[in-house]
């Protein structure tokens, strides 16, 4: 089965960049969607951006231009750049792929089959 791993995660300072990865264990010629959530301690997990099963990108209202979600190596690496990180960016930020419904929204979680472990971002003030 396809495996997600995701890297990138780390600490910078308020108004910094990081850029995430998640690469797919196998290479995949077919169309899939790809996203990227995150998830605070207590809190439900949001979707952040995504890829649909189009290519269109899509974007939670708060990200408000600072990030950008592209692939790498033909769909076989997920990548998000984040820049001007705030202290509420701080969270566990997850990959998912290969959604059942194309015709779902971009950020329904249940709609997603493979997952990554998540890897961490924190953002000091």
């Known amino acids: 089965a396809v495996q997600l791993v995701e890297s990138g995660g780390g600490s910078v300072e308020a108004g910094g960049s990081l850029t995430l990865s998640c690469a797919a264990s196998e290479y995949s010629t077919r169309r899939w969607c790809m996203a990227w959530f995150r998830q605070v301690p207590g809190k439900e997990r949001e979707g952040v951006a995504a890829?649909?099963?189009?290519?269109?990108?899509h974007y939670a209202g708060y990200v408000n231009s600072r990030f950008t979600i592209s692939t790498e190596d033909a769909k076989n690496t997920l990548v998000l750049e984040m820049n001007n990180l705030t202290p509420e960016d701080t969270a566990m930020y997850f990959c998912?792929?290969?959604?059942?419904?194309?015709?779902?929204?971009?950020?329904?979680?249940?709609?997603?089959?493979?997952w990554g472990q998540g890897t961490q971002v924190t953002v000091s003030s």
């Open positions: 998912a792929a290969d959604c059942h419904d194309v015709g779902a929204g971009p950020f329904v979680e249940s709609n997603y089959a493979i």
């Open positions: 890829l649909d099963w189009f290519g269109t990108p």
